[in-house]
């Protein structure tokens, strides 16, 4: 089942953000081992009583150059088209606006659920200001305070009893569902075409169960995948559809959807910030992840160029050393062949399970070859280790104190596990736990 999502709406300065980061908690924390990679605050994911789901701060998407009423009415739009469940906050310090019922009147267009909560509402005796905002017309107003964490309980309450019920089924456990991610014009909505030719497929596009996510049945050499959401194929004519927050938005939705994420690259025009912000998210995600570089025909070459031009990717993508890269173009279709076999070996390796005993002899002749770090007088000691996780792989080692894996010991171990056992075009990760 995917996660629902959650979008919280409403103009500049009620609060949105505050909010946001409250029921995110510090989930937002930025993964220090990802070099490189910086967050937009706009997308994480949150949980209350066991639920889990995603949000987003509509205010975080901007469009730029547009005027206010403009910008809070494609946010709305944003929400409408991207959340189950719609949190429309408004400022019980100001009461109701003309602008907060610019935003109701776009969002009764929608049969999404909506709540309003009333922000700033730092204290009992202020209750009565939440009258107003009945007329808004979405029931009753519920009243918070993000600066003192107040009433966020019945809002969530709310929240998570209007998550959509039909929890249809996702795609069964053995079809690979991946997605193209990258920056517009590198040539994904092309690649999928240049696949979905290759073998005489019937394209229908049925809708997913992420509403109106949709997703395209692809078969290749007998065996069924999914391509998730592909960017650009969708809601085209849209503003907010060009905005880089946007894209970057839907890539997230996309990646999370996907077993296997392929990052795209404009090899013409090489690699940019952007590819790397894309790419970090994937990673972080714990996708299966394979590098494309496409539009290989429009560069010039000789016998080096590749290995340079793979050389620059390593080095710009130093936390996706894991990932294979395939060179193609789907313009002439020159070596899209070759992609799906990369696929294969990167979503297989994603839900690789190793064997215990073997495990532990690799993390002993690790620790036999370089010895474990002391710190203030106390050395690591490393009890056993095991695999609890797949998709991606997740090892925990039980050791006498986390604290004294220090990170650079940790990489050590992370690249002893993968020469072992190859783990080629996956994360993985490894957690250090005390021995009780
Ligand atoms: P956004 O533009 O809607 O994302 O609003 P922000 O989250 O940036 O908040 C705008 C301002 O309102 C900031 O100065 C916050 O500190 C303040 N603020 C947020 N929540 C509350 C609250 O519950 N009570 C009060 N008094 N101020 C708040
Ligand atoms: P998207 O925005 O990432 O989906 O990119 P598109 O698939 O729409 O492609 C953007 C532009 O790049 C179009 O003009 C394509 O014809 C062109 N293009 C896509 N793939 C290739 C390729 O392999 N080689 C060349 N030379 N051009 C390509």
Redesign the pocket.
């Known amino acids: 089942m995917p996660k629902p999502t959650v979008a919280i709406v409403g103009r500049p300065n009620v609060g949105k953000s505050t909010i946001f980061n409250r029921i995110v908690g510090e989930r937002i924390s930025i993964v220090e081992d990802v070099p490189g990679v910086t967050r937009d605050r706009i997308y994480s994911s949150g949980e209350w009583l066991n639920q889990y789901f995603n949000i987003i701060d509509t205010g975080g998407i901007e469009i730029s150059d547009a005027p206010f009423m403009t910008q809070i009415r494609e946010q709305a739009e944003i929400a409408i088209d991207e959340a189950d469940v719609i949190i429309f906050m408004t400022n019980g310090r100001e009461g109701l606006t003309s602008a907060d019922e610019e935003v109701a009147k776009i969002l009764y267009r929608s049969k999404k659920p909506v709540v309003v909560a009333v922000n700033k509402v730092d204290n009992p005796d202020m209750r009565d200001t939440l009258y107003d905002f009945y007329a808004l017309g979405f029931g009753e107003p519920i009243p918070i305070s993000g600066s003192h964490g107040l009433g966020l309980g019945d809002l969530l309450d709310f929240v998570i009893e209007n998550f959509p019920k039909d929890e249809e089924e996702d795609y069964d456990e053995d079809i690979i569902k991946f997605s193209l991610i990258?920056?517009?014009?590198?040539?994904?909505?092309?690649?999928v075409n240049a696949l979905l030719g290759e073998e005489r497929v019937i394209v229908s596009d049925v809708a997913g169960t992420t509403r109106d996510a949709i997703d395209t049945p692809y078969s290749y050499d007998g065996k069924d995948y999914v391509i998730i959401d592909t960017?650009?194929m969708r809601k085209k004519g849209k503003v907010y559809e060009t905005t880089e927050k946007y894209s970057v938005l839907r890539a997230l939705r996309a990646i999370e959807r996907s077993d296997v994420v392929l990052v795209?690259i404009n090899g013409?025009e090489g690699i940019i910030e952007q590819d790397k912000k894309i790419a970090g998210y994937a990673h972080e995600a714990g996708r299966a992840i394979v590098i494309v570089v496409?539009?290989?025909?429009?560069v010039e070459k000789d016998e080096k160029t590749m290995k340079e031009f793979e050389q620059k990717i390593r080095d710009h993508f130093l936390f996706l050393d894991y990932a294979p890269i395939v060179f193609?173009?789907?313009?002439?279709k020159k070596r899209v062949h070759t992609l799906i076999p990369k696929i294969e070996i990167a979503s297989e390796n994603h839900s690789m399970r190793v064997i215990t005993t073997v495990l532990n002899d690799v993390i002993m002749d690790a620790v036999a070859m370089n010895p474990t770090p002391t710190d203030k007088g106390q050395r690591l000691k490393i009890y056993y280790a095991t695999q609890v996780a797949v998709k991606p792989p997740t090892f925990v080692i039980f050791v006498n104190d986390p604290e004294l894996l220090h990170f650079s010991y940790k990489r050590f171990l992370e690249n002893r596990i993968r020469d072992a056992f190859g783990f080629e075009g996956t994360p993985i990760k490894l957690i250090a736990r005390p021995r009780k």
């Open positions: 990258g920056r517009p014009n590198v040539g994904k909505s092309s690649l960017a650009g795209v013409e496409n539009k290989w025909d429009a193609l173009s789907a313009k002439t």
